[in-house]
């Protein structure tokens, strides 16, 4: 397939999240260029998430999929190409590749997509606004058990939390009685066009980052099924959702420790401290791979 090609170039605007593909497709891409002996360039592109946040727990041995491809965390607070630097450098690929990583001008770490003046040119159907890669970590992980709605399937995927036996009012009182820092919640009303719920009335909140600075993004779902376990214990994610749809929920979270060890008590405390364990480790490892 690569027969007669002297270079490959990698030029896709990522969203800053693990489970979205692109960038195992790029480590793909790479292991292709090293086994073939051919230079891979990457043209790289701004985080839209910044390069300062990072969330989630890193990828533990049989979890790994095209959701959780490197050991990385969730959020992973790197560009493209200081992430192909990582994965050369650390040798998480089957082999290393001749990379070349072509930088940007003027980007720098504390950046949001927003802050470049760039425009946003839709990623995939579900991320067509700049907002959505930002919320698209908030609650798709959830969203992998099928069990609420999180907007896709409506004009604002992954911007909301919705089910047909939800009180909104209360969700919504609920949710901001939690103080989330940068985050309010609103109530919600809408029918969904397809996927979750399609063609029925749904109840439920909608999400504000009002401080992008202050929020924890991937918290944002855990706090959403303690919520609905305080308010309707019988309706609690894990005694509901579709048990089939268990193992993608693992993988997208790089490991079963976060549903095993959420689904005792139903609260976001009982797992807080698994999830961020590998941030600090992580940031400095990758601060060796800095371009920016």
């Not at 190409?81 to 001749?98: D, H, V, Y």
Request: proline residues 4%.
């Amino acid at each position: 397939m690569l027969k007669g090609i002297d270079v490959l170039v990698y030029d896709i605007q990522d969203i800053g999240s693990r489970s979205f593909t692109y960038i195992s497709t790029m480590g793909f891409a790479m292991e292709a260029a090293a086994e073939n002996n051919i230079e891979f360039v990457v043209l790289d592109r701004p985080n839209p998430l910044g390069g300062e946040k990072i969330e989630g727990s890193l990828v533990e041995e049989g979890f790994y999929s095209f959701v959780s491809q490197f050991r990385i965390p969730y959020i992973y607070g790197l560009t493209c190409g200081e992430l192909a630097k990582l994965l050369n450098g650390e040798k998480m690929l089957k082999a290393q590749c001749k990379l070349t990583v072509v930088p940007m001008k003027g980007w720098k770490r504390c950046m949001t997509y927003e802050q470049t003046g760039l425009q946003w040119v839709p990623s995939s159907p579900h991320v067509p606004q700049i907002a959505s890669s930002m919320y698209y970590p908030a609650s798709g992980i959830l969203g992998e058990l099928g069990y609420l709605s999180i907007g896709v399937g409506y004009t604002i995927p992954f911007q909301m939390f919705a089910a047909d036996w939800i009180d909104a009012e209360a969700l919504t009182d609920r949710l901001n009685s939690y103080n989330l820092p940068g985050v309010k919640f609103r109530p919600i009303y809408y029918k969904p066009f397809y996927s979750v719920g399609a063609g029925k009335d749904f109840k439920g909140v909608q999400v504000h980052i009002l401080d992008y600075s202050k929020c924890a993004l991937t918290d944002i779902q855990f706090y959403v099924m303690q919520a609905l376990a305080e308010l309707w214990p019988d309706k609690a994610v894990f005694k509901n959702a579709d048990q089939t749809r268990f193992n993608m929920f693992d993988k997208v979270c790089g490991s079963d420790q976060i549903r095993k060890k959420f689904s005792e008590r139903n609260r976001f405390e009982d797992i807080r401290n698994y999830w961020y364990k590998d941030v600090e480790s992580f940031r400095k490892l990758s601060k060796k791979y800095y371009i920016y």
